[in-house]
């Protein structure tokens, strides 16, 4: 990718940090920047490829040549409830950009990926880093990882649930537009965190609620139903013993019944 032609479309108030052909993690790299110096505006980190991608829950994130790998940091000027839009934030600025190249509406399954076509282009993962000798959170990066093209490169055991955008398009655009265009959805969207408008959107491109879902949590797992999704990205469910939950952290399954 082209350190130049990215740092011209971001917007001026978006530092452009480093572009990297491979990488362990651009979570990892801003996190390590984070802690090691005050991080006051928009930072971002690119790649081609990740050889140490994160997912959610300590899982890895396959990163193949042939993806668009980025996180922004930004600093925290939120109290903890609004931050937690964030990663609803990022979903649907991941969906508004690809639905400009795509026919087909993309999907969010909750509570970080990004569907295409029934199966996942996209994931999400936000972490917080934390001021030690203020015990507060003074930055948080939100990761990115976009198929773009390279479906042959997952493993087998992966394609049946993966897709890419190449798969989608007739005209496949750069990873340097993609970027660029990603960055600025995010940005855009995160300088007004508490928008309606933007939950909103959220529950719509929603394809769990009203589903039955298999709820894991720790070493457990329960069946329950999605009734809705709820203004600070909560999970709402009704489990089969008749209690309800708002879920801010889980891992779900659409159960097959």
Known sequence: MHYEKIKAGLGTDIKLQAVFENVDSTNTYLKKLCNAQEISEKTVVLAAQQSGGRGRLGRSFVSPQGGVYLSIAFPVRYSADVALL?????????????????????????VNDVYLGGKKVCGI???????????????????????????????????????????HVKALPSREELAVQIVNALCRIEADLTDAAVMEEYRTRSFVIG??????????????????????????VAYENGETAVLQSAEISIRTI
Do not use: M
């Not at 880093?129 to 997952?154: H, S, W």
């Not at 879902?213 to 457990?220: E, F, G, Y």
């Open 125 to 167: 993962l936000t972490e917080a880093v934390t001021d030690t000798q203020r015990g507060c959170v003074k930055n948080t990066i939100v990761g990115i990882g976009l198929n773009l093209c390279g479906y042959d490169a997952f493993p087998e055991e992966l394609k049946p649930i993966v897709t890419t955008l190449e798969q």
């Open 211 to 236: 589903k039955q879902v298999r709820v894991i949590q720790s070493d457990t797992e329960t069946n329950a139903l999605v009734t809705d999704i709820d203004e600070r990205g909560g999970l709402c």
């Open 86 to 110: 964030i990663t609803a934030a990022a979903a649907v600025a991941v969906c508004r950009v690809l639905d400009r190249y795509t026919n087909e509406a993309a999907q969010i399954k909750w």
